[in-house]
């Protein structure tokens, strides 16, 4: 049996950090209030301290990228990281109501599809996981309208194409706080939200931590390990502010009225939406695509030895729950296409845990 190494200490102590000067401050202690009360009564972040997880995240606060920059996070197979996400002060919500998953966190016709999907109706509210501060509220290129928000417990959440925004930059939310109105703006082919969830910056399947069948957390401690966090290099695709200092509070929505935006010009605008991070599998034309039916899912069976490579050895894996192609792929130190080809399956085929699959 391997034995794990838990990074569980030394992250807790900065999590928990974050989350007692939060809470010495009021930030992450639910009230009776309404969470969809209005912009009059919004709270906004002053000072560097009210910013969730700072130092965990290296002091980097931006509010122009999804991926805002490449902080090295790495850890090995043997050790997993303990995220408590969870406790009397900080509880969950699920992001919307009445939903059903169109399109699964993974490879999607040859790309990472980095979220999950949920049909929605237009308009239905969308709302905050956890408790924490809005980090971007913007259109933001595929993703249409967009909200992102940083929580005490240190992770992020994304949600995108909505029809409406209704918090801004820097203004401290509640869990099950409103923060938009679902839609299909971005490059979207029908009413759903994309939801993602990222740990320094860095995208994880949602499932991972969400049954979405129950719409309830697997558990108040979310352990990650490597082959969970995709943290490779970033693609061209994947825009970051390497050379963007990394951010203090640079436009609170009080105090700082006297600090002047920048003026960009349309040509600066036009190149910074080229850049932006692509992260759902669309064609490239300006042109919605309609909605294509579903092939029907090949259960995951080994192929025939006459299609297998010649192999010395075959090794086999068996599926975890919330494991993708991608991650296993990324395991094994090999590609989602290998696998397929040693599987006789498709990148879009649904892999169920228990059954067991061929990686070399």
């Known amino acids: 049996m391997i034995k794990k190494t838990f990074l569980f200490l030394a992250i807790s102590a900065i999590l928990a950090t974050g989350q007692l000067l939060a809470q010495d401050d009021g930030l992450a202690i639910p009230s009776d209030e309404s969470a969809t009360a209005g912009q009059d009564?919004?709270?906004?972040?002053?000072?560097?301290?009210?910013?969730?997880?700072?130092?965990?995240?290296?002091?980097?606060?931006?509010?122009d990228h999804v991926r805002a920059k490449s902080l090295g996070f790495s850890f090995t197979a043997e050790q997993e990281l303990k995220i408590i996400l969870v406790d009397n002060n900080t509880p969950f919500t699920m992001p919307c109501k009445n939903y059903k998953v169109i399109s699964e966190y993974g490879m999607r016709s040859g790309r990472m599809h980095t979220g999950?999907?949920?049909?929605?109706?237009?308009?239905?509210?969308?709302?905050?996981?956890?408790?924490?501060?809005?980090?971007?509220?913007?259109?933001y290129g595929d993703y249409g309208n967009i909200v992102v928000v940083r929580h005490y417990n240190g992770l992020e959440t994304v949600y995108a194409h909505l029809n409406a925004i209704t918090v801004k930059p820097d203004q401290i939310i509640k869990a099950g706080q409103c923060v938009g109105l679902a839609g299909r703006t971005g490059r979207a082919s029908t009413e759903h939200l994309h939801?993602?969830?990222r740990f320094l910056f860095e995208h994880f399947n949602p499932a991972k931590m969400i049954d979405f069948t129950t719409g309830r957390l697997w558990s108040n401690v979310l352990s990650l390990g490597a082959s969970d966090v995709d943290s490779t290099p970033a693609t061209p695709?994947?825009?970051?502010?390497?050379?963007?200092?990394?951010?203090?509070?640079?436009?609170?929505?009080?105090?700082?009225?006297?600090?002047k935006p920048t003026v960009k010009t349309e040509t600066v605008q036009k190149n910074e939406m080229e850049t932006q991070e692509?992260?759902?599998?669309?064609p490239s034309d300006a042109k919605v695509p309609t909605a294509q039916p579903q092939q029907d899912k090949q259960p995951v069976s080994p192929a025939p030895e006459s299609a297998q490579a010649p192999s010395d050895k075959a090794v086999y894996y068996t599926i975890q729950r919330g494991d993708t192609l991608y991650g296993i792929a990324k395991k094994h130190g090999t590609t989602v296409q290998k696998i397929c080809q040693l599987n006789n399956i498709t990148e879009d085929t649904k892999i169920k845990a228990d059954d067991k699959i061929r990686v070399k």
């Open 41 to 63: 009564r919004a709270r906004f972040i002053t000072e560097d301290y009210m910013i969730p997880s700072y130092n965990l995240y290296q002091q980097c606060w931006s509010y």
């Open 116 to 139: 999950i999907d949920l049909k929605q109706r237009l308009n239905d509210t969308i709302v905050s996981c956890f408790d924490g501060v809005v980090r971007m509220a913007k259109v």
């Open 195 to 197: 939801f993602e969830v």
């Open 237 to 259: 695709e994947e825009k970051e502010v390497e050379n963007t200092p990394n951010t203090t509070v640079n436009s609170f929505q009080s105090q700082q009225q006297e600090k």
């Open 278 to 282: 692509k992260t759902e599998s669309k």
